[in-house]
T-cell receptor, first 112, second 116 residues
């Protein structure tokens, strides 16, 4: 069945280090992927997205990499800050359906 | 602020109560969504509305009843809920539903529901 999963449920990093959060997806028809950040007590917040015609997309301090060969997505956060502490979700569109399919999330804990 | 608001933010209700959750989006979007978020589980899509018409009903029990009177407002009417329905209920909106390039969803802060 369709699934989006994360390799590491919890990631602990030192402030200032780079963080890499990984995500595996299983639906080959997915052509749109999103990363969301969810802080405690808040709804998911859009961070960055990427379409299947790209391998890499950069935002402010964040980079998303897409490897369609192995169905793998990653989010890189440069110079991680305490404010980056949150749960990060990846989502795929399952091939332009009405649905976004979400993973279970990775908790990023930034140590000062 | 994402432009999607939800009220109430917290709700405690008994199993015999009837309550409603409200969502409002100020983004000019045409599609709205209800999700359920339980601990340690992926977000579960419940309903999708596109141009006020329900286009997805993800096998949700009838004790949850959605209503979309216009493209800016979405309600979730609750009655005779069970304790296992306790969760964070999230509303989201997007430009369109399932349309390539317009499907990015923006979420509200959620309503934390506790059913006793």
């Amino acid at each position: 069945g369709e699934s989006v999963g994360l390799h590491l449920p919890t990631l602990s990093v030192q402030e200032g280090d780079n963080s890499i959060i990984n995500c595996a997806y299983s639906n080959s028809a997915s052509d749109y992927f999103i990363w969301y950040k969810q802080e405690s007590g808040k709804g998911p917040q859009f961070i960055i997205d990427i379409r299947s015609n790209m391998d890499k997309r950069q935002g402010q301090r964040v980079t998303v990499l897409l490897n369609k060969t192995v169905k793998h997505l990653s989010l890189q956060i440069a110079a991680t800050q305490p404010g980056d502490s949150a749960v990060y979700f990846c989502a795929e569109n399952g091939g332009a359906t009405n649905k976004l399919i979400f993973g279970t999330g990775t908790l990023l804990a930034v140590q000062p | 602020e994402t432009g999607v608001t939800q009220t109430p933010r917290h709700l405690v209700m008994g199993m015999t109560n009837k309550k409603s959750l409200k969502c409002e989006q100020h983004l000019g979007h045409n599609a709205m969504y209800w999700y359920k978020q339980s601990a340690k589980k992926p977000l579960e899509l419940m309903f999708v509305y596109s141009l006020e018409e329900r286009v997805e009903n993800n096998s949700v029990p009838s004790r949850f009843s959605p209503e979309c009177p216009n493209s800016s407002h979405l309600f979730l009417h609750l009655h005779t809920l069970q304790p296992e329905d306790s969760a964070l209920y999230l509303c989201a909106s997007s430009l369109e539903a399932g349309a390539w390039g317009q499907e990015t969803q923006y979420f509200g802060p959620g309503t934390r529901l506790l059913v006793l």
